[in-house]
């Protein structure tokens, strides 16, 4: 069973502070990792995708992927209040039947606080 | 990002009818769509991948003869759960990729059923 594993949360930032939020996965041969913002009783919105190690910033956003550790992270800076949402970490699945898949994490939620 | 569109966004039923859930791609053609099933506070959930022209792969523990998946043509994806009942009632969600190369993958708007 190919995993992910979220913090569920809540995490709570203030207005202007960094929210990091992360992630961790059980298959070692994914190379694809994807971070979804879902607005509650929204479809979920792909903000970011990173395939190789390191740091990859988009604006606001920096997401940071470590193949070795199995540990994927987002980092969002300047937090706003509608920024407030759950954060879905998905992985695709490397192999065998599951090839191509994404398997998603349960999600943190995170609230920024005014 | 790529346009999926997903219809209806909400729908009430009765058990024991069927619904129909719709999703399209708009601007570009995929040849395998996801669908997805999410109750609340919990995560998606793959149900099935849809193949145009070919049969629907079905997760392990998703009935196949109650969530039937038609993918008649590049462009859309139909999922039609029968003989509905109040447990199905959850957020169902498909999601497409634009290109068959490229990794990532966009979702329609959901669709919420509640079959009372």
């Known amino acids: 069973q190919k995993e992910v594993e979220q913090n569920s949360g809540p995490l709570s930032v203030p207005e202007g502070a960094i929210a990091s939020l992360n992630c961790t996965y059980s298959?070692?041969?994914?190379?694809?990792f994807f971070w979804y913002r879902q607005y509650s009783g929204k479809s979920p919105e792909l903000i970011m995708f990173?395939?190789?190690?390191g740091d990859k910033e988009d604006g606001r956003f920096t997401a940071q992927l470590n193949k070795a550790s199995q540990y994927v992270s987002l980092l969002i800076r300047d937090s706003q209040p509608s920024d407030s949402a759950t954060y879905l970490c998905a992985v695709r699945n490397a192999g065998g039947t599951s090839y191509g898949k994404l398997t998603f994490g349960q999600g943190t939620i995170l609230t920024v606080h005014p | 990002g790529a346009v999926v569109s997903q219809h209806p966004s909400r729908v009430i039923c009765k058990s024991g009818t069927s619904v129909k859930i719709e999703c399209r791609s708009l601007?570009?053609?995929?040849?395998?769509m996801f669908w997805y099933r999410q109750f609340p506070k919990q995560s998606l959930m793959l149900m099935a991948t849809?193949?145009?022209?070919?049969?629907?792969?079905?997760e392990q523990g998703v009935e196949k003869d109650k969530f039937l998946i038609n993918h008649a043509s590049l462009t859309l994806s139909t999922l039609t759960v029968t003989s509905a009942h109040p447990e199905d009632s959850s957020f169902y969600i498909c999601?497409?990729?634009?290109?068959?190369?490229?990794?990532?993958?966009?979702f329609g708007q959901g669709t919420r059923l509640t079959v009372v």
């Open positions: 999601s497409a990729r634009d290109n068959p190369r490229d990794r990532k993958a966009f």
């Open positions: 990173i395939y190789s190690n």
């Open positions: 849809s193949n145009e022209g070919s049969k629907a792969t079905y």
């Open positions: 298959d070692r041969g994914s190379q694809s």
């Open positions: 601007d570009f053609q995929a040849t395998t």
